[in-house]
Nanobody, 114 residues
Framework: QVQLVESGGGLVQPGGSLRLSCAASESFASINAAGWYRQAPGKQRELVARIFSGGRTNYADSVKGRFTISRDNAKNTVYLQMNSLKAEDTAIYYC????????WGQGTQVTVSS
């Protein structure tokens, strides 16, 4: 059982930045992939970004060029740097890791509003 603890959400103005963190209770050596989904009110959960064990990354088209996913294996932590935030980025952001199973964080609220 992998435990995930998220942090870094909050309220930010349009054009601002936030960095989300997701700390895992297990070494990243056993994790095949990690990433972030988000869910806005009334919408389905969507993949935002993911990073694989070899370092390859994928991004949703809506965040390419604005968001960057990274990880620190020494800290068993994955990050999502979010720049140039827009109102449509408002959602609950969930981190996940995939070993043989999918494990989810508790979610952190990101609100982009003036």
């Amino acid at each position: 059982q992998v435990q995930l603890v998220e942090s870094g959400g909050g309220l930010v103005q349009p054009g601002g930045s936030l960095r989300l963190s997701c700390a895992a209770s297990e070494s990243f050596a056993s994790i095949n992939a990690a990433g972030w989904y988000r869910q806005a009110p009334g919408k389905q959960r969507e993949l935002v970004a993911r990073i694989f064990s070899g370092g390859r990354t994928n991004y949703a088209d809506s965040v390419k060029g604005r968001f960057t996913i990274s990880r620190d294996n020494a800290k068993n932590t994955v990050y999502l740097q979010m720049n140039s935030l827009k109102a449509e980025d408002t959602a609950i952001y969930y981190c996940y890791v995939f070993t043989s199973y999918m494990y989810w964080g508790q979610g952190t609220q990101v609100t982009v509003s003036s």
